[in-house]
């Protein structure tokens, strides 16, 4: 199986920007769908943004289209998650996940990201 370290969470103000990085170990990066997903305070962990295995298909949720941008180096083994414009309601857990199948089987540990006001 695939092993996932998410970094580059931090604090921010609103209208700033912050780049996570989602290592990956184990097995053949590429052979994964990967997708960022978000976790706020007392709130269902929601989907922010995929990006298929070779990098050529994305998609986003609705509340981010626009100011995200998922990317991914598979000589790297890494997906990135690029935020820009952030706001208060950007505020969670970040997580990245990855897929051979349908379902997101692999996740990372999280990373917080706070946006203030």
């Known amino acids: 199986q695939v092993q996932l370290v998410e970094s580059g969470g931090g604090l921010v103000q609103a209208g700033g920007s912050l780049r996570l990085s989602c290592a990956a170990s184990?097995?053949?990066?590429?052979?994964?769908?990967m997708g960022w997903f978000r976790q706020a305070p007392r709130k269902e962990r929601e989907f922010v943004a995929a990006?298929?295995?070779?990098?050529?298909?994305?998609n986003y949720a609705n509340a981010v289209k626009g100011r995200f941008t998922i990317s991914r180096d598979n000589a790297k083994s890494t997906v990135y998650l690029e935020m820009n414009s952030l706001k208060p309601e950007d505020t969670a857990v970040y997580y990245c996940?990855?897929?051979?199948?349908?379902?997101?089987?692999?996740w990372g540990q999280g990373t917080q990201v706070t946006v203030s006001s």
């Open positions: 184990g097995r053949t990066f590429s052979n994964y769908a």
């Open positions: 990006i298929s295995r070779g990098g050529g298909a994305r």
């Open positions: 996940a990855g897929r051979t199948t349908d379902s997101y089987d692999y």
